[in-house]
C-alpha cells in the first residue's frame, strides 16, 4: 500500500490563480479531510469526507472546494489563491471504524 | 467549545532521560481520544499513541506513555530514554466526536523537543 499520498509537494502560485492539490488514498478509508498546518497554530481543520459524494465543511473552509466522486480520492481546489493561504497542507484518512489518522506528506504552498 | 493547550513552545532534554511533554484539553463530550503525533524536521505527522476517554489505564507504547488525568484534563507524554531522533515537533490532538461521525481532530499548537548529547 502506498498510504495517503500527495501531489505537488511544492507549489508557488501567483494571487487569483487557481488549483487543485491532489490527495489519494488505497486503504478503501471511509473518512478522508484535509488541514493546513501554520506556524504557531497547529493544525486546522479545512473540510472533510465521510464518504463518495458527501463532504462538510472543517474549521477554517473560507477559499477552498472539495469533493469525494470516488473512495480513493478527495482533491481539494483554491478557486483564486490569496497570501494568506500560504501553508502547508496535508490530507489524511482513517476506517470509519477506527481513531487512528494517516497523514500524507503534506504540500507546502506559496501564494505571492 | 473543544480546545487543545500546549504551554511549552520548546523543550531541550539530555540524551538517554525522560522528559514530559504538557497537554491539558477542554471539552464538554463525555466520549473523546487524545492523540499526540510527532513531526520532524522532514515534515511528515506521525502517530504515537492514543487514549480512549474511558480507558483505565494509561496508553503506552514502546518509549511512549501517555500519563492520562482525566480530573485535571491532562494527558501529558513522556518518553522515556530520549534519543536524538526523537529531536522534533510534537502535536497534541483530541478527537472530537460530533455524534460519532466526523471524528474530526483539534490539535495543540506543539512543543519543539530538542534532544542534545
Known amino acids: 500500500n502506498a498510504g495517503v499520498t500527495q501531489t505537488p509537494k511544492f507549489q508557488v502560485l501567483k494571487t487569483g490563480q487557481s488549483m487543485t492539490l491532489q490527495c489519494a488514498q488505497d486503504?478503501?478509508?471511509?473518512?478522508m479531510s484535509w488541514y493546513r498546518q501554520d506556524p504557531g497554530m497547529g493544525l486546522r481543520l479545512i473540510h472533510y469526507?465521510?464518504?463518495?459524494?458527501?463532504?462538510d465543511q472543517g474549521e477554517v473552509p473560507n477559499g477552498y472546494n472539495v469533493s469525494r466522486s470516488t473512495t480513493e480520492d478527495f482533491p481539494l481546489r483554491l478557486l483564486s489563491a490569496a497570501p494568506s493561504q500560504t501553508s502547508v497542507y496535508f490530507c489524511?484518512?482513517?476506517?470509519?471504524?477506527?481513531?487512528?489518522?494517516?497523514f500524507g506528506p503534506g504540500t507546502r504552498l506559496t501564494v505571492t | 467549545a473543544q480546545k487543545i493547550t500546549q504551554t511549552q513552545p520548546g523543550m531541550f532534554v539530555q540524551e538517554k532521560e525522560a522528559v514530559t511533554l504538557d497537554c491539558t484539553y477542554d471539552?464538554?463530550?463525555?466520549?473523546?481520544?487524545l492523540f499526540w503525533y510527532k513531526q520532524p524536521s522532514s515534515g511528515e505527522m506521525i502517530f504515537l499513541i492514543y487514549?480512549?476517554?474511558?480507558?483505565?489505564q494509561n496508553a503506552t507504547e514502546g518509549r511512549y506513555s501517555l500519563n492520562f488525568q482525566k480530573a485535571r484534563k491532562s494527558a501529558n507524554l513522556v518518553i522515556s530514554a530520549s534519543q536524538l531522533g526523537d529531536s522534533a515537533m510534537y502535536f497534541c490532538?483530541?478527537?472530537?466526536?460530533?455524534?460519532?461521525?466526523?471524528?474530526?481532530?483539534?490539535f495543540g499548537t506543539g512543543t519543539l523537543l530538542a534532544v542534545q548529547p
Open positions: 489524511a484518512s482513517k476506517r470509519q471504524a477506527s481513531y487512528e489518522q494517516y
Open positions: 486503504m478503501n478509508h471511509e473518512y
Open positions: 469526507s465521510v464518504g463518495a459524494g458527501i463532504t
Open positions: 487514549q480512549g476517554s474511558y480507558d483505565e
Open positions: 471539552t464538554s463530550d463525555q466520549s473523546y481520544g
Open positions: 490532538a483530541m478527537r472530537e466526536t460530533d455524534g460519532g461521525a466526523t471524528n474530526k481532530l483539534i
